[in-house]
């Protein structure tokens, strides 16, 4: 009786491992497709520092651009009253100078805007991909949900199917949640999980007489040699 009772623990700790197998899958998908929206965020950021730097380029262009009328004004006029030839000079040569600033500026502002470009079909591109793996991981996410259902199905009922005293056990067990589930078993004379010392009388209480015994340390039901 008791040791159906562990192959019944047995199947629902091998059901349990199945279940969390479909989890970590489910988990994986989900994974891609955040990899990849955070890639578009990244790419949507950057758009939006270029447009800034182009914004301030157009700005910087148009400043300068009012500073050599000025320039060339000011030499047309002082030429005009025929002043100081070292003077017209001057604004002439503020003039070429400005003129090589927008000419600076021009090559600036079309650089950005092909990366501009760049990034707008990157940004396509990848809508595209997101869209398509979003379809994947929509379909493979569908698919292991319904096997943790089935699952769940099987765990409850083999859960119905336990004597009082295993079922109890195993209830008060699951409640903690721990790490790896709530089985373990006996290895060189100490608990698998914790390396908790279990005694030669409880060994053989354990893998001969299949009791049901939880380790004293970490609460985890003992498995017998053989059921698990
Ligand atoms: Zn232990």
């Known amino acids: 009786m008791t040791a159906e009772s562990f192959l ?4 629902f700790d091998s059901l349990e491992k199945m279940k969390l197998h479909h989890q970590k899958q489910i988990q994986e998908q989900e994974e891609r497709l955040s990899l990849l929206n955070n890639k578009k965020q990244e790419k949507l950021n950057s758009q939006k520092q270029l447009l800034n730097d ?30 100081d030839e070292s003077k017209i000079q001057q604004f002439q040569s503020d003039a070429a100078k400005l003129e090589n600033e927008l000419f600076g500026l021009l ?16 940004l396509s591109g990848l809508e595209k991909t997101i869209l398509e793996i979003d379809t994947e991981v929509s379909g493979e996410r569908e698919e292991h949900q319904k096997a943790i259902a089935q699952l769940d199905l099987r765990l409850v009922l083999i859960k119905e199917e336990l004597p009082t005293d295993f079922r109890e ?22 608990c698998y999980f914790c390396r908790y010392k279990i005694s030669r009388v409880e060994e053989s209480e354990i893998d001969m007489q299949k009791m049901l015994k939880h380790c004293p340390q970490c609460t985890r039901i003992f498995l017998p040699y053989g059921a698990s």
């Open 8 to 11: 019944k623990l047995k199947e």
């Open 54 to 83: 182009l914004h301030a380029l157009e700005q910087q262009y148009f400043e300068s651009e009012k500073k050599l009328k000025t320039a060339e004004a000011q030499a047309s006029g002082l030429r005009d009253i025929g002043a």
């Open 107 to 122: 090559e600036q502002t079309e650089q950005i805007q092909q990366e501009l470009n760049e990034a707008k079909t990157f």
């Open 169 to 190: 056990a195993l209830e008060k067990t699951l409640k903690k949640k721990l790490a790896i589930g709530p089985f373990t078993r006996i290895e060189n004379g100490s």
